[in-house]
């Protein structure tokens, strides 16, 4: 199996390391001194498992990479969410009939209501695709579905750092058990992680999305790590008041509820000292993913219905923060 990660930071580049450790044909999609570091001396991934370095073929450009890799069976995105409109379109060099493409990403996906069954299938998320123009980027039948469970940060050029946590769940969007589906679960175990596969990929995509959009705003805020966090009882209190105004929208689209607030609690704490996304965002100078963990999720709220005064003050000082601390 011939695979691309898009994105070779703390996710992507655990993930390329892992795939190509494990006898995959694994490239990767990066830029700048990540790149050059890439290039010059392969990927080195730094875990409780130990530390290991791969060579990869590295490149900028899609269209690049495909002239030297060629198409590829399947393509792993993980980017922030703004970044993807922009990268969907140059794909297609590396794409053939077959190719599975599987956005590993944070928040709400765009593709959300593609094959969703419930009154708003087939719509696109406006706080993600306003234009409603990505579905004609990539097709949404190649999308298979995905909920990472780990964490990591880019330590150095061509260095990034992984907590040991490895949980990939994968699922077909109309909760098919395809063969590609099974195909690509079976690479990822071979590679070391530790992938599941389900039927109801959404509510996994909320189990996620209820952690995310309470924590990371509160973590890029305070410029706390979660163990920081989790030993602050105002914040804590904070936070759970927020997952449940997010349980009740969850609730209103049908979403079955993996786990009640006070074992999501206890899943945030065994996280251990690290730094989140949006946290490591904004001591970096990047843009935050505001729409897609906070904006989308306001969005789908609105449109069911159901108050949420906490999380939508939540989104208000995130928002701010974001404009007031522009990325370089």
Not at 44 to 56: A, D, F, H, Q, R
Not at 137 to 153: I, M, T, Y
Not at 215 to 221: C, I
Request: glycine letters at 10%; one cysteine or more; a neutral charge.
């Amino acid at each position: 199996m011939k695979i691309c990660v898009v994105g070779a930071g703390a996710i992507g580049g655990m993930l390329a390391a892992r795939l190509a450790h494990g006898g995959f044909s694994t490239s990767v999609i990066a830029r700048g001194k990540h790149l050059a570091a890439i290039r010059a001396d392969g990927l080195t991934l730094k875990s409780p498992e130990g530390v290991i370095n791969v060579p990869l073929a590295a490149e900028e450009s899609p269209a690049t990479l495909a002239a030297r890799v060629g198409r590829q069976d399947a393509v792993i995105i993980t980017l922030k969410a703004h970044q993807i409109p922009d990268m969907l379109g140059r794909l297609a060099p590396l794409i053939e009939p077959e190719t599975v493409v599987v956005p590993a990403i944070n928040g709400l996906p765009w593709w959300y209501f593609f094959r969703e069954g419930g009154r708003f299938d087939g719509q696109p998320i406006q706080r993600l695709d306003p234009e409603g123009r990505l579905f004609g980027l990539l097709d949404p039948h190649r999308v298979l579905g995905c909920v990472v469970h780990a964490s990591g940060e880019v330590t150095a050029p061509g260095e990034v750092t992984w907590n040991g946590q490895k949980t990939f769940v994968l699922g077909e969007p109309d909760g098919s058990l395809s063969r590609r589906l099974n195909g690509l679960a079976d690479a990822l175990h071979r590679a070391g992680l530790e992938p599941r596969v389900s039927e109801r990929i959404r509510d996994e995509i909320w189990m996620k999305l209820i952690g995310n959009t309470s924590f990371n705003p509160v973590a890029a805020l305070t410029r706390a790590r979660m163990d920081r966090i989790c030993a602050n009882p105002e914040l804590i209190a904070f936070i759970r008041s927020v997952m449940h105004e997010m349980m009740r929208v969850a609730d209103a689209y049908g979403i079955r509820q993996l786990v009640d607030v006070e074992r999501r609690l206890e899943i945030a704490q065994s996280i251990g000292p690290v730094k989140v996304s949006m946290h490591q965002d904004i001591e970096l100078g990047r843009k935050m993913e505001v729409d897609a963990i906070v904006g989308a999720f306001i969005e789908l709220a609105e449109k069911a219905g159901v108050p949420v005064p906490l999380t939508s003050a939540l989104h208000g000082l995130i928002s701010e923060l974001s404009r007031n601390v522009p990325p370089y």
